[in-house]
């Protein structure tokens, strides 16, 4: 059965520090991966998706950016944090072709 | 402009009681339709789906959800409601479904169900 694992499971960083969160996928090959922030009252914001390795593509211009360097592996990051960019981040993949997404347990981010 | 209105934040019903989330979109063709539940700090859970054909879908945990095309609107339901379904709901479409759709899914703002014993 296929499994989606994202660590860490909490997170605190200063304003201005570095991020990298990582998200893969058990038991699927060549999977859509995505990436969705979601703040408190605001639902859920699709970030980034991928079709491929290498292949990323943006829904909204922000402070973050994702890589995909391995079929299986979602990495989102950023250069500076900002404190809007608290939230919790929640990854999800998807048979491609599928339209069903499935959730990993996401990662509380909290920019101090 | 597309979108996928929840429009009750907050509901509370009693235990044993029966449930009726409302979720209602703005597209021009039936997009693909999905209810999530989210638990205190997890990730989300696929409810059940709606693609085409009965309009009245069943789904796990023993809800359901009834698509009406000329309401625009997919209400979740659950004919008597458990303590442990306390949690946060989800409604989400895709909009681009059945035009080679990356699934890039559309999600309401979520609607939080509390239970009252």
């Known amino acids: 059965s296929q499994t989606i694992h994202q660590w860490p499971a909490t997170l605190v960083q200063p304003v201005g520090s570095p991020l990298s969160l990582e998200c893969t996928v058990e038991g699927t090959s060549n999977p859509n991966l995505y990436w969705y922030r979601q703040a408190a009252g605001r639902g859920l914001q699709l970030l980034f998706y991928s079709v491929g390795i290498g292949q990323i593509s943006s829904e909204v211009p922000q402070n973050l950016s994702a890589s995909r360097p391995q079929d299986r592996q979602f990495i989102l990051s950023s250069k500076k944090l900002l404190l809007s960019d608290s939230g919790f981040y929640l990854c999800a993949w998807s048979v491609s072709g599928n339209y069903e997404q499935y959730f990993g347990p996401g990662t509380r981010l909290t920019v101090t | 402009a597309q979108s996928v209105t929840q429009p009750d934040i907050h509901i509370t019903v009693s235990e044993g009681a029966s449930l009726e989330l409302r979720c209602n979109y703005s597209?021009?063709?039936?997009?693909?339709l999905f209810w999530y539940v989210q638990s205190p700090g997890q990730g989300l859970q696929l409810l059940l789906k709606y693609f085409s054909g009965d309009t009245l879908v069943q789904g796990i945990k023993g809800f359901e959800a009834e698509f009406k095309r000329s309401q625009s609107s997919f209400n979740l339901m659950k004919p008597s409601v458990h303590w442990s379904d306390a949690a946060e709901y989800f409604c989400a479409v895709d909009p681009f479904a059945y035009g080679g759709s990356q699934g890039n899914l559309i999600f309401g703002k979520g609607t939080k169900l509390s239970v009252k014993p």
């Open positions: 597209y021009g063709a039936t997009p693909y």
